[in-house]
C-alpha cells in the first residue's frame, strides 16, 4: 500500500527549529512534486512549501526565508527545515506529493497523516 509517513513534529520554544521529514512507502515507481502544507485551528489549509520535480522551491510569504524544503527524489523522501520559528507557525502539518504506484503506474497525490508543531511563546 503506498502511503506518506511523516515525522518530527513537536513542541518548540519561539525562535527555535524542527525538522519535519516525510517518506513514501510501498512501491512507487517514481516521486514527482512534493510540498507541505499547514492547518491551524478556525483557519484553512495554506502552503508552506513546494518544490517541483526540477528541484525549483516556492514558499508561502510567511514562512519565507526561515523555512527550506527538500527532496530527494531517489530516496523518495523530503523534509521541511523550519528555523525561527513563531507562536503563529502552530498548526498541523501535512505532506503532500504525486507518486506513481508500481501497480498502477499512475500518478496520483497522495498526503500524509499530518504532525503537529507547536510554538510556544
Known amino acids: 500500500q503506498v502511503q506518506l509517513v511523516e515525522s518530527g513534529g513537536g513542541l518548540v520554544q519561539a525562535g527555535g527549529s524542527l525538522r519535519l521529514a516525510c517518506a513514501a512507502s510501498?512501491?512507487?515507481?517514481?516521486?514527482?512534486?512534493m510540498g507541505w502544507y499547514r492547518q491551524a485551528p478556525g483557519k484553512q489549509r495554506e502552503l508552506v512549501a513546494h518544490m517541483d520535480s526540477s528541484g525549483n522551491a516556492n514558499y508561502g510569504d510567511s514562512v519565507k526565508g526561515r523555512f527550506t524544503i527538500s527532496v530527494d527524489n531517489v530516496l523518495k523522501v523530503g523534509d521541511l527545515q523550519m528555523n525561527g520559528l513563531k507562536p503563529e507557525d502552530t498548526a498541523v502539518y501535512y505532506c503532500?506529493?504525486?507518486?506513481?504506484?508500481?501497480?498502477?503506474?499512475?500518478?496520483?497525490?497522495?498526503w500524509g497523516q499530518g504532525t503537529q508543531v507547536t510554538v510556544s511563546s
Open positions: 510501498g512501491s512507487v515507481v517514481r516521486l514527482g512534486t
Open positions: 503532500s506529493a504525486v507518486l506513481t504506484p508500481v501497480a498502477s503506474e499512475i500518478p496520483r497525490t497522495y
